[in-house]
C-alpha cells in the first residue's frame, strides 16, 4: 500500500469498518509496512490530512509497531515507527526513547540513518512549542550525522535533510565544524552540488 492510498483509506474509514494493518509475519513484509508508516507520518501530505485521519494514522501504525517488536524487539524499523507516531501523538520523551533503540538495534544501515536523522531534527527543530532545539533529542542525532556524512551516498540525504530544516541549519554547522576536514570538505561539495 502507498503512502497515499493508506492516508485516503484512513480518510474513509467509519466506525463500522475501522482500517487494519495485516499482521505481516515476513520480515520484508514488516519492514514495508513500518517503512510506509514512517514515511507516511514524515513525508508527502501528512500535513494536510484532517487531524482525525492524522492521528489514526499515528495509532495505526504504532499498535502495529508495537505487534512487530513484542515478536521481534530488536527490528529497528519497527522501534522507528513507533517513534514518530508517538511523536505525533504528542508524546516526545517516548519517541526519543524508541528512536534511541532504533539508533541501538539498527545503528549502521544507512536508509535507517537518514531517516532517523530526519525525525530527529523535525522532533527537535519543528515543534511549534517550543523556540529552543530539544538537547535530548539531538544527541540521538549525532550518530545518525555522522553515519550518513561517512558515506558518499548518504551525504546527499544529509544534505537534503539540511536544506529542507532552515531552523536547524546552526546545529548542522556546529556539528560538521566537531568532524575531520575531509568529511567537512564532502559536506560543502554536495551541499553545492544540490543548489
Known amino acids: 500500500m502507498t503512502q497515499a492510498a493508506f492516508a485516503v483509506r484512513l480518510m474513509n474509514q467509519s466506525d463500522d469498518a475501522p482500517i487494519t494493518l495485516v499482521a505481516a509475519n515476513a520480515a520484508l513484509s514488516q519492514r514495508e509496512q513500518m517503512t510506509m ?10 500535513a494536510a490530512l484532517p487531524a482525525g485521519t492524522r ?23 519497527a522501534h522507528m515507527a513507533a517513534a ?3 511523536w505525533r501523538l504528542g508524546e516526545p520523551e517516548a519517541a526519543t526513547q524508541a ?3 532504533a539508533q541501538d538495534t539498527g545503528l549502521f544501515e544507512g536508509w535507517l540513518s537518514s531517516r532517523r536523522l530526519q525525525l530527529a531534527v523535525s522532533m527537535a ?3 511549534a512549542a517550543s523556540l529552543e532545539p530539544k538537547d535530548d533529542i539531538l544527541v540521538v542525532a549525532v ?13 546527499d540525504d544529509l544534505v537534503e535533510i539540511y536544506q529542507s530544516h532552515p531552523r536547524a541549519r546552526e546545529w548542522f554547522i556546529q556539528t560538521l565544524e566537531t568532524l575531520p576536514a575531509q568529511q567537512q570538505q564532502r559536506f560543502i561539495v554536495r551541499l553545492r552540488a544540490a543548489g
Open 37 to 46: 508508516c514512517f514515511d507516511s507520518q514524515i513525508y508527502g501530505v501528512y
Open 55 to 77: 492521528r489514526s494514522m499515528a495509532e495505526l501504525c504504532l499498535e502495529r509497531a508495537q505487534d512487530i517488536l513484542r515478536a521481534a524487539p530488536t527490528r529497528s524499523v
Open 84 to 86: 514518530v507516531s508517538l
Open 99 to 101: 528512536l534511541q533503540r
Open 125 to 127: 527543530f519543528e515543534e
Open 143 to 155: 550518530p545518525e550525522f555522522e553515519t550518513l556524512l561517512s558515506s558518499g551516498p548518504l551525504t
